[in-house]
């Protein structure tokens, strides 16, 4: 089994990470694949990079050369993973939507600790359409930008533990769901200081996109997500 693992941006260090963490949890067998967009912003941190990720993923995805069984949108609370399953005939995973659905599984109520104070609204509103909304006891935000994550690992650690700590003692949450794909590893040191579950969206969405992939389930394509329809589509052309 192959999975494409699409990183939102363009850090191709950050796809690295993303991608090894994926590894780690993936079954004997499946290949991870990491894949970065040529196009778009270094890091995700609001709408109009989301956006813009949400086509450069897409792009990304449909220029891969070779065959593969599932796609996940390694982005917290980013735009586009309805895109992707109109172009896709696989499974299509998004990490926003895997964490909080595992968290359910765990516990009464989860709380995501994610970058900046910026893009929690975009989190909020993804797991609203994903009807996920309903059990999540808050969002916080560490005000650390995607970037710094990468930079200082341990003011990463110190603020992240901070807010989840804050989640479970204030807002009675029950799990914590890391809310940036670039908090990959990070699950140990937060479940430490809580003591309660921590899911990590990478790894919980590779568990869910073998699990699809088994079970030989897909997309349905009879309504909201059927394939594109066949039309001249007029790319932009790169200033010189």
């Known amino acids: 089994m192959r999975i494409l693992v699409a990183n939102v941006n363009t850090t191709r260090s950050m796809t690295d990470t993303i991608a090894a963490s994926a590894r780690s949890v993936a079954a004997p067998g499946t290949e991870i694949v990491g ?10 941190e609001g709408n109009h990079e989301s956006f813009l990720a949400a086509v450069a993923v897409q792009e ?50 989860y709380s995501v600790v994610t970058t900046l104070d910026r893009t929690v609204p975009l989190i ?28 200082d690992h341990d003011r990463a650690v110190e603020a992240i533990v901070a807010q989840s700590v804050r989640a479970v003692t204030e807002d009675r949450a ?21 003591g ?21 389930l897909s997309t349905s394509k009879v309504r909201t997500f059927a394939t594109p329809r066949p039309k001249r589509i007029v790319h932009p052309v790169a200033p010189a």
């Open 35 to 44: 894949i970065t967009p040529e196009f778009g912003a270094e890091s995700v």
């Open 60 to 109: 990304a995805v449909r220029a891969y050369e070779g065959h593969y069984d599932a796609v996940i949108q390694a982005g917290y609370g980013e735009h586009g993973r309805e895109g992707l399953q109109e172009l896709c005939d696989v499974p299509v995973v998004d990490i926003t939507e895997a964490a909080a659905a595992t968290a359910q599984y765990l516990g009464h109520k």
């Open 124 to 151: 909020e509103d993804r797991l609203l359409t994903a009807g996920l909304l309903q059990r999540c006891a808050s969002v916080r935000a560490s005000g650390l930008s995607v970037l710094e994550l990468e930079g």
């Open 174 to 194: 029950e799990v914590i769901c890391l809310g940036c794909g670039g908090m990959a590893g990070l699950d140990a040191a937060v479940q430490e200081a809580t």
């Open 196 to 216: 309660v579950p921590v899911v990590d969206g990478v790894a919980a969405a590779v568990t869910v996109a073998e699990s699809l992939v088994r079970l030989g």
